[in-house]
């Protein structure tokens, strides 16, 4: 197992730049005074693809040598990941296979296309996604890039802490939602080489809260198919990925399902945007431990952007 | 009637400034490719009080004299005017009486009074309207702060095309939407001063288009109850923005609702930003009239994002 450096970042940035945005940091003197924290939001729901992943899908498809370049990139997702890696592909100009289960919403399968992957189609079960995929690499020689547990992936993810720092000087926390744990890796990775002394907090829903419970046990713990209204948060952590949040993290929040849906609410009415209930957590979790951020410098992350319009979830029910 | 002149929009920038944001401009490559033009989003939707109107109304309520202020300033509105008045009044600590229809939304009302504003409740009439609103201002001596047809908030909205210029260089047009024409009476005021050769687009629903049958007509025609999912954009010109829009706009033009709800959508899931159906109008109109913009750098001006999140039009019918 390779654990990605500082300099692997740096690297990444470099490498990136030209295809993402440094995306701008956006502040509401309601919420602060709503939270009694200084906020400062990352807003990477404004990113190219709308979601922080096209950082790390940069950094692995700009990496690749002119000899693997041709082959292609391939992966399996039904989000953001897999819009990422499509883009990124597409701004190289190489083929990007993606698996992902038929039944995945049409517009994200639209969306890939329109980057231009091509998507092979498994049924909705881990059994078929590994038969399927394997059969994908196996006739294009394509490189895997996991959606985070790849040094490549963390390295990229990394850079956009690496932005926030500068844009926002003497934060005092950082707190990202956590699912496998790609973005707090990358933070945990910028942040233990550049600002040691910036509290790291991941936040997570209650129903899905396998990393709090592994935090606590000291060893990865799986949920048995979890669910939640945050979805690109249901994936467990990988060795590469608790190898950050064990050492750097100094704690994980969660959030109930209706606290993360008030949450994400009152952002999009407050700081009129538009955000997934993923980033919706970090929110959440200081509306409901006022006494870890009151008096702080915070930055949050705001993950992504990538949400069904018309299926919002304070409209259901 | 007193014409505000530029000198008046650098006096009231200079006052308004401490209270309210230098919004950014932001940028969409997918909407580029769409349109074959550049364009530059000034985001409105992230002003305080979510809407241009506090630019004018801070004016208004600062530029008291120390002997008026005391008395207050008074309006009718249900919206986002109603808003802003009453957020200036309360940055200055005076009294903000506002008229609102008792059918006017609770959450409108809410946040008059979440700023400090007083609410007195007249019928939904414009005949109830100016008879309550007589008697509030009598017992106040309270300074009538119209929403549009007032010098001091035209020279206040003209600081947004000021800023707009400061932060792109080099635009060839600019568009806003239009309904009394508060908000392009000010970007005329400011771009006949300093940027001449800037083409002013105005944008209108079709079914409100009184001021685009007001501009080919040559006086001003106004609407007998206009309904448009636009609600910002129902009311009529007034004699002192006729004065602007006959003078240097160089066409206004029109969209159906559809086209208004589909570029309002366009915005969310491309820009992941919270715009209200009024500031959607000049998108869908460069859609409509791809020739017109096509190769020219075109300032957008996003007027707000003081929407319903639980009556988004795209989901009704």
């Not at 933070?187 to 396998?210: F, H, K, R």
């Amino acid at each position: 197992m390779y654990i990605p450096t500082f300099e692997d970042v740096l690297a990444a940035h470099a490498r990136i730049e030209p295809y993402i945005h440094r995306t701008p940091v956006l502040t509401s003197s309601y919420l602060n005074a709503l939270t009694g924290a200084e906020l400062f939001f990352k807003c990477e729901n404004f990113q190219k693809a709308g979601a922080f992943k096209v950082r790390g899908a940069s950094n692995a498809v700009f990496g690749l040598s002119a000899a693997e370049a041709p082959r292609g990139v391939a992966t399996h997702s039904s989000g953001n990941h897999a819009l990422s890696l499509s883009y990124a592909a597409g701004r190289r100009g190489i083929p990007c296979a993606v698996v992902m289960p038929r039944t995945a919403p049409q517009a994200k399968k639209d969306a890939v296309r329109g980057y231009g992957g091509t998507i092979t189609e498994c049924e909705p079960s881990t059994t078929s996604r590994e038969f399927v995929f394997a059969q994908v690499q196996a006739a294009t020689g394509a490189d895997f890039v996991h959606p985070y547990n790849d040094p490549r992936v963390i390295a990229g993810q990394a850079t956009c802490s690496r932005e926030l720092m500068e844009q926002v000087p003497g934060l005092d926390q950082v707190i990202a939602p956590i699912g496998g744990g790609g973005m707090i890796s990358g933070t945990c990775l910028t942040l233990s080489n550049i600002a040691p002394g910036v509290a790291i907090y991941a936040a997570e829903p209650e129903q899905a809260d396998d990393a709090a419970r592994s935090f606590r046990a000291g060893h990865i713990i799986a949920d048995d198919a979890p669910n939640t209204v945050a979805d690109g948060l249901k994936v467990p952590l990988k060795d590469l990925t608790w190898h950050f949040v064990q050492r750097h993290v100094t704690d994980i929040l969660t959030a109930s399902e209706q606290e993360i849906i008030d949450a994400m609410r009152l952002t999009w009415a407050r700081m009129k945007i538009v955000i997934e209930p993923s980033c919706a957590v970090p929110l959440a979790t200081i509306l409901k431990n006022p006494d870890v951020f009151r008096g702080r410098r915070v930055g949050v992350i705001i993950t992504g952007g990538n949400v069904d319009l018309d299926k919002l979830p304070w409209m259901q029910g």
